[in-house]
C-alpha cells in the first residue's frame, strides 16, 4: 500500500510563494513518477504538473508554466511543487499522485495512488 501525505499549504497573498511537499511511504519511491493535481471550488480536478521517476521531462499545464517547478528527491521519498508569482485563480485544493511507471502523465485516471490534498488559498 502507498501513501501519500501532502503539505506546505496555507494562506498566501498574490504574487507570493508557496511550497508544497508529498512524503510517499509504502513502496519503492524511485519506481513511480509523480503528478500534482488541483480543485478549485466547484470545479472538475485538474492536471497542474508530472515529473518522471528519475526525476527529468517535467511537464506542467499551460496555466503554471514558468510559475511552478516541480522536483523530487528520491533519497526522501519525498515531491515538490514550488509555486512562485501567485494568483487568485491558484486558489484550490492541490493533491499529489503517484503512478507506477517511468513517465509521467497528465491524465489522472492512470495514477493509482492519492493524497488527501492540501488547501491553497491566494487572496489579499
Known amino acids: 500500500q502507498v501513501q501519500l501525505v501532502e503539505s506546505g499549504g496555507g494562506l498566501v497573498q498574490p504574487g507570493g510563494s508557496l511550497r508544497l511537499s508529498c512524503a510517499v511511504s509504502?513502496?519503492?519511491?524511485?519506481?513511480?513518477?509523480m503528478g500534482w493535481f488541483r480543485q478549485a471550488p466547484g470545479k472538475e480536478r485538474e492536471f497542474v504538473a508530472t515529473?518522471?521517476?528519475?526525476?527529468?521531462?517535467?511537464d506542467y499545464a499551460d496555466s503554471v508554466k514558468g510559475r511552478f517547478t516541480i522536483s523530487r528527491d528520491n533519497t526522501k521519498n519525498t515531491v515538490y511543487l514550488q509555486m512562485n508569482s501567485l494568483k487568485p485563480e491558484d486558489t484550490a485544493v492541490y493533491y499529489c499522485?503517484?503512478?507506477?511507471?517511468?513517465?509521467?502523465?497528465?491524465?489522472?485516471?492512470?495514477?493509482?495512488?492519492w493524497g488527501q490534498g492540501t488547501q491553497v488559498t491566494v487572496s489579499s
Open positions: 509504502g513502496r519503492t519511491f524511485s519506481a513511480y513518477a
Open positions: 515529473i518522471r521517476w528519475g526525476g527529468g521531462s517535467p
Open positions: 499522485a503517484s503512478r507506477k511507471a517511468y513517465t509521467g502523465s497528465r491524465h489522472q485516471s492512470e495514477y493509482g495512488y
